[in-house]
């Protein structure tokens, strides 16, 4: 499908012009030299962790080949994609920012990656994270914390730093971040980029390397809607490897120019614009929910009770999960593996020198409340709490409401190191761990700047109903457009 | 089986034993992924990115292990839940390779199940309870003896399907645990879900052990045995764990719950090293894999579908064949055997002579060559043929044993042999009578008293022209031509 006008995002037109013969490896040295220039190594602003430009222009060169071949609609022909580090690659390692992966290349490639491209994507690189995706700032990386584009002396916020970073410095138009519990939607929101989180289920797990089974999920960063709207489809759809993927249709995630939000209602969450909120970020949500109004959506105040249980609730069941995940990093099979004492010995050294701080936290905190006497007291009550957090979501969308809006953060992207107390790092996901624990889709767009830093507003939609989401995100991200073109 | 030492105990104290086995379905691939799970290949060639746990694998359920896992259960009696939850057992292993083992744990494949044992005086059966039945995976193996201060991991058996059959505590004496892990082997192998092999590992068994006084309802502490490798080892085990229990117990000490493991070499029982007991294993959900869901209609065709039960077959045996409760007993105690005996009845027609050959000859073939049943070269079709050969007066008994033997060492067909061999019985009268004229002329005593009448050295005669023809004439047609000559 092509989208005329201004809509059709970068992705999009670099494919089409690919597909009709422009040379695949201009746009791929194109981003190597972008990135070059903005200093995304790590010397500079610690985007890219893992890259081999000659390995992603032979690749482009075969994505050429295909075409000529007569693989005409390759809707990613030639278009460089940054993927998480926490998401099997077989040409570059997949170390998910962590000393107790160096080096790791994993043999098989993950679903999401395999199928970006067999659309003709040309991944170009491997971006830097929070350690195993434990954080909210990519300061917890091993390989040293990502600076924003936007302003190096903050955090891009994270835990998919890296890929909000590189689609933010105009590195690539689309990256592949995942979520455990807002590690798209919140550095999206920091950087000024586009991010969704699709449906639990949406997107296939398979070769992300897991954090808490039960809310991760990939998912995609686009310079904007239309770029992340692209590759969510071709992502997007069930897949026999990972057991708790939907076998469900995916629908049309792409709009044309001129998208209607005419009758759509938009539920505004009260408990989502606390008093404490940044009265910048309060006034650029207003904003955006009068030009939503003004394309003929109503707005509806609505409550989510449980929302405050969100943070809790989250910081027992993602690292119990955790916990058992990281099991698997003892030493024995791949990875780092030192000395020690006997077995036991062996452990304990690959493992205290391997995880870092926020990792060894998270273990320790999992397996505490995974333990025999507390079990009930933690996991089996977190469980019944997030049970009450998603049926808040089913009762606003039963009642009449279509899509949700709110901010995506409390506060615009903070200076690096500003967070040294690891419950505050926690609370800048309070807006974002309510869909991953409900397991509905959410993103991120940018609705304006407060004091030269990006703002993220949040749409938040019922399972499945990515489309519905994307059809609001297109309509606002236009009238935002004109209004901010001179 | 009980030995002296026991019975003497056994007057004051009482056993308690449940007992938990472990068995590998027979699937073709792992439980979740793709992977052989084939018993024997060269360490580590039987593994792909699933069962190494490498990071972003993710498991996938092998359906057949389910369907297996299913049979087994009705066989034994449980009730199938529709739902069942997959945990993960979290502990540290080298031969674990995920750190955690996918089992289940509180809402396990079925439950409630029960196995008849035996019979008591009274004709009352004796009943085990089946606490319940569950699906997990195996870990691999850890290989200490192989390479000096190392050990080394062999990981195709991580993931291999498995179910635990876990009893109630219903065992009260080394004989009716024996019993109990023969019926319950013997009902895997019928329904063709495992190879039932303790050697091979498909088969393991662990006991839960408690004394207590005779008159005593109230269970005493009780131990987990481990590290047997055959029934016998079992009950040998159950014995020692026994007696060891109660001694503490007659000097006033206590048992520890702790983990016993059984050295076969000494006959004794000790402490496990490891203190399996104060491992907190934190189960949870499994969130890689939703929730097992059978509908009713699906659990009703594993059910209709269930291969026969041996308790059915022997009743088959005693009404179809009118073999005897002996007989029942060596046909139908082993599947393959008893299928073996099906067939060549089936073709033969004779149950009756089959099930003769069957527990004489070909048994005794087997027991010479230590095999079993499945690599004997004697195909059912091939004996049941030869049991028509002696059924048509073609070959007599005897050569029939002998074409056998060479049936067994060649697997050439009986015809072929018996022809070759000269073993045909030969019933052409002008042979027979040429015969009949040679021994008469080579003993002219025996044939002068034959010819004045005395009856009885016909006999006599009939032995010298079987001698001559090497058994192969036919004994009745050379009587009716002796019996000419007198003319009577």
Known sequence: ???????????????????????????????????????????GLNIVLWQDER???????????RIDEG???????????????NIATTTLPTTCGSRILEGYVSPFEATAVARLRAAGAVVVGKTNCDEFAMGSSTEHSAYGPTRNPIDPARVPGGSSGGSAAAV????????????????????????????????????????????????????????????????????????????????????????????TVKGLVIGVPKEYFPASLDPGIRELCERALEILRGLGATTREVSLPHTDLAIPTYYIIAPAEASSNLARFDGVRYGLRMTGDGLQGMYEATRSSGFGAEVTRRILLGTYVLSAGYYDAYYRKAQEVRSLIAQDFLDVFAAGVDVLFTPTTPTTAFPLGAKSDPYEMYLS?????????????????????????PVGGQFIAPHFGESRMLGAAYALEGVLATQAAP | ???????????????????????????????????????????????????????????????????????????????????????????????????????????????????VIGTRADGSPITVGVTRVHMEEDAGKSIHDRYTAHTAIDLNRAGVPLIEIVSEPDMRSTVEAGAYLRVVKQILAYMDVSDVSMEAGSLRVDANVSARARGQTKLGTKTEVKNMNSFSAVERALDAEFIRQCGLLDRGEKVLQQTMLWDGATGQVRPSRSKEGSHDY????????????????????????????????????????????????????????????EGVARQHGDAKVAGNWVMGEVSAALNARGIDIGDF????????????????????????????????????????????????????????????????????????????????????????????????????????????????
């Open chain 1, 55 to 65: 390995e992603a222009q032979e690749h482009a060169r075969s994505v050429a080949h």
């Open chain 1, 168 to 259: 933010a410095a105009g590195i690539v138009p689309i990256a592949l971040g995942s979520e455990t519990g807002g590690s798209v939607r919140q550095p999206a929101s920091f950087c000024g980029v586009v991010g969704i989180k699709p449906t639990y289920g949406r997107v296939s797990r398979y070769g992300l390397v897991a954090f808490a089974s039960s809310l991760d999920q990939i998912g995609v960063f686009g310079r904007t809607v239309d770029d992340a709207a692209l590759a969510l489809e071709v992502i997007a759809g069930r897949d026999t490897l990972d057991s708790t993927s939907a076998d469900r249709p995916v629908h049309r995630y792409r709009y044309e120019a001129g998208t």
């Open chain 2, 377 to 488: 070269r004697v195909r059912p079709a091939d004996l049941s043929k030869l049991l028509n050969m002696v059924r048509d007066s073609m070959v007599s008994h005897s050569a029939a044993k002998r074409i056998f033997a060479i049936m067994a060492e060649t697997g050439n067909l009986p015809e072929q042999i018996a022809q070759r061999e000269g073993l045909l019985i030969v019933s052409d009268d002008a042979a027979l009578r040429e015969w009949i004229t040679e021994v008469m002329a080579e003993h002219p005593a025996e044939a002068a008293r034959f010819r004045s009448g005395e009856k009885k050295l016909q006999g006599v005669l009939v032995g010298f022209v079987m001698k001559k023809s090497k058994g192969s004439a036919d004994p009745k047609r050379v009587n009716q031509l002796l019996a000419e000559r007198t003319g009577t």
């Open chain 1, 71 to 85: 693989e005409s609609k390759l809707p990613l022909a030639g278009v460089p994609v940054a993927i998480k580090d």
């Open chain 1, 429 to 453: 996901d309070i807006f974002t761990a309510t869909a991953n624990l409900a397991g509905v889709p959410a993103m991120s767009l940018p609705i304006g700047m407060v004091e030269g830093l």
């Open chain 2, 282 to 341: 934190r189960y949870f959900p499994e969130p890689d894999l939703p929730p097992l869901v059978l509908g009713a209609e699906w659990i009703e065709k594993v059910r209709s579908d269930l291969p026969e039960r041996p308790a059915h077959r022997r009743q088959r045996y005693a009404s179809d064949y009118g073999l005897s409760e002996k007989e029942i007993d060596v046909l139908a105690a082993d599947i393959a055997l008893s299928d073996y005996f």
């Open chain 1, 1 to 43: 499908m092509t989208l005329p006008g201004s809509v059709e995002g970068r992705a999009a037109r670099l494919a089409t012009a690919v597909c009709k013969g422009a040379p695949a490896e201009d746009a791929i040295g194109r981003s190597y030299r972008r990135s070059e220039e903005i200093g995304a190594g790590a010397d």
């Open chain 2, 1 to 115: 089986m009980t030995s002296p030492a026991v019975a003497a105990i056994a007057e004051r104290y009482e056993m308690v034993v449940g007992l938990e086995v472990h068995v590998q379905l027979k699937t073709r691939t792992k439980a979740f992924c793709n992977c052989s799970s084939a018993f024997g290949a060269p360490p580590n060639t039987q593994v792909c990115p699933v069962c190494l746990a490498l990071p972003g694998a993710l498991p996938v359920l092998n359906v057949r292990a389910v369907e297996l896992a299913t049979r087994a259960a009705i066989a034994l009696g449980c009730t199938v839940h529709g739902t069942s939850i997959f945990a993960r057992k979290n502990y540290f292993y080298p031969d674990l390779p995920k750190g955690y083992q996918i089992t289940q744990f509180d809402r396990p494949l079925a439950t409630d199940g029960c196995v």
